[in-house]
């Protein structure tokens, strides 16, 4: 079964220091894997993919994420955290071939403190 | 604005009747695609069209549930015999690549 985790429910970080929020996930082929952010009342934006090449992929505001195979893990990160960035992250991951089904995680909620 | 809207925001229904929800996507978005969304959990997929062939189905999407995108422009889920357990955020989103999507706000049901 396809499946996504995201082991923190809650990541408290301070202004200015790096950030990571984990995503591990389990597929029986090759994954896609995307990040999403859902700030309050609004609708999921995406963030970045990975589809294939370099294992490091950057996206919108700053944010990157690392693919490692052997781990099974695409970590989001961010060098320098922003009281704008608190939110909730999700991970999401769709398996390669004809299907189109996206698993998204349970999300981690993101707080920076001033 | 151009995103993807959906109608209504919230719905408050009594248990037994049925609902429908309308989702317009992007205007050039092929895709269009359904989830769920319940209070601490991510959103669980319920569906695909691309154009107006409805492509895939989660098993979580029981007999009750229907979706149509007629003419693959906006598309409609209905829910029939409303039960308790269906309130959840409804989201809708269209993609035209298949990878990156975007969401509309999601309509919130309530059911009592």
């Known amino acids: 079964a396809q499946s996504v985790a995201q082991p923190e429910d809650q990541v408290n970080v301070a202004e200015g220091n790096p950030l990571t929020v984990k995503c591990t996930y389990s597929v029986s082929g090759n994954p896609y894997l995307f990040w999403y952010v859902q700030y309050p009342n609004r609708g999921l934006q995406f963030l970045l993919k990975y589809i294939t090449g370099d294992n490091l992929v950057k996206g919108s505001y700053g944010f990157e994420a690392e693919f490692n195979k052997s781990q099974t893990s695409f970590h989001l990160k961010k060098p320098s955290a922003l009281v704008s960035d608190s939110a909730l992250y999700f991970c999401a991951v769709r398996v390669l071939g004809p299907g189109n089904q996206f698993y998204f995680g349970t999300g981690t909620s993101l707080t920076v403190i001033p | 604005d151009t995103g993807v809207s959906q109608n209504p925001r919230h719905k408050i229904t009594k248990r037994g009747q049925n609902v429908t929800f309308r989702c317009d996507p992007i205007?050039?978005?092929?895709?269009l695609y359904w989830y769920r969304q319940t209070l601490g959990q991510g959103p669980e997929f319920l569906t695909y069209?691309?154009?107006?062939?409805?492509?895939?189905k989660s098993r979580l999407l029981s007999d009750r549930f229907s979706a149509e995108r007629p003419k693959g422009s906006f598309s409609t889920l209905e829910i029939q015999r409303t039960e308790q357990g269906d309130s959840a955020m409804y989201l809708c989103?269209?993609?035209?690549?298949?990878?990156?999507?975007?969401f509309g706000p999601g309509t919130r049901l309530t059911v009592t």
């Open positions: 069209f691309q154009n107006e062939a409805q492509l895939e």
């Open positions: 989103a269209s993609s035209t690549d298949g990878y990156e999507q975007y």
């Open positions: 205007s050039e978005h092929n895709r």
